[in-house]
């Protein structure tokens, strides 16, 4: 098995060095471009490759025609297809992101606590416009019933005047006969008055025996 690895090692190392041999300046910057890279002058290199948030490659080579050693050009060009990213610049894009997050997250705590203020206010509101419909149910329920009652008090007031004003029409009638009935006993006792008054008179052409009788009957109409 370490033979067959170690085999298998060696045809690889053969087959890249096969690719990347007698490759050139020119060559490379084309599969840098290809790759989205940013070719500018370098420092103690004449070039590199660059691109946002990832390290720089230096790119060997004073002209374009100049071939690449296969070992250097190999790491080249993977960089180039497989690049590292720049910690610095990464770190600085994750700190930013994570205050982002951050930030947000403490706005959507503030927003979910507002959302839940507003649902207990809503809930309390309902509950207030419930307790206020069932308060004007009852009110009205009271006002319906205080209604009713008013309309049997009323009913049962003109009653009580009507039955009023029939005794008092009585109590009249009552007084009116009554008066008629002293009027009458009145003018009776005037009568019995006068009756007697000519009785006594008329008892001195009596005779005796007679004017004791009639003596009698003057007493009886005296004491009626």
């Given at each position: 098995m370490t033979w067959e690895k170690e085999e298998g090692d060696r045809l690889i190392s053969q087959r890249i060095g096969e690719l990347f041999k007698n490759i050139t300046r020119k060559k490379i910057l084309a599969i840098a471009r290809q790759h989205g890279w940013e070719i500018v002058s370098a420092g103690?290199?004449?070039?590199?490759?660059?691109?946002q948030g990832y390290h720089s490659i230096p790119i060997p080579g004073r002209n374009d025609?100049?071939?690449?050693?296969?070992?250097?050009?190999?790491k080249i060009v993977k960089a180039l297809v497989q690049p590292s990213i720049d910690e610095e610049k990464y770190a600085t894009t994750l700190e930013a992101?994570?205050?982002?997050?951050?930030?947000?997250?403490?706005?959507?705590?503030?927003?979910?606590?507002k959302l839940?203020?507003?649902?207990?206010?809503?809930?309390?509101?309902?509950?207030?416009?419930?307790?206020?419909?069932?308060?004007?149910?009852?009110?009205?329920?009271?006002?319906?019933?205080?209604?009713?009652?008013?309309?049997?008090?009323?009913?049962?007031?003109?009653?009580l005047k009507a039955k009023i004003t029939k005794l008092i029409q009585q109590r009249a009638q009552q007084e009116e006969e009554m008066l008629k009935i002293a009027d009458a006993v009145e003018q009776q006792e005037i009568r019995r008055k006068n009756s007697v008054a000519r009785l006594t008179q008329f008892s001195g052409k009596l005779?005796?025996?007679?004017q004791r009788d009639l003596q009698k009957i003057i007493r009886y109409l005296k004491e009626e």
């Open positions: 103690k290199e004449p070039l590199k490759a660059r691109k025609g100049a071939v690449i050693a296969n070992g250097t050009a190999f992101i994570q205050y982002e997050l951050a930030r947000q997250k403490t706005r959507a705590d503030r927003a979910e606590y839940a203020q507003a649902q207990q206010t809503i809930v309390k509101l309902q509950t207030d416009v419930e307790a206020g419909l069932d308060l004007a149910d009852e009110t009205e329920h009271h006002n319906n019933t205080l209604q009713k009652t008013v309309h049997r008090y009323s009913r049962w007031i003109e009653k005779s005796p025996k007679l």
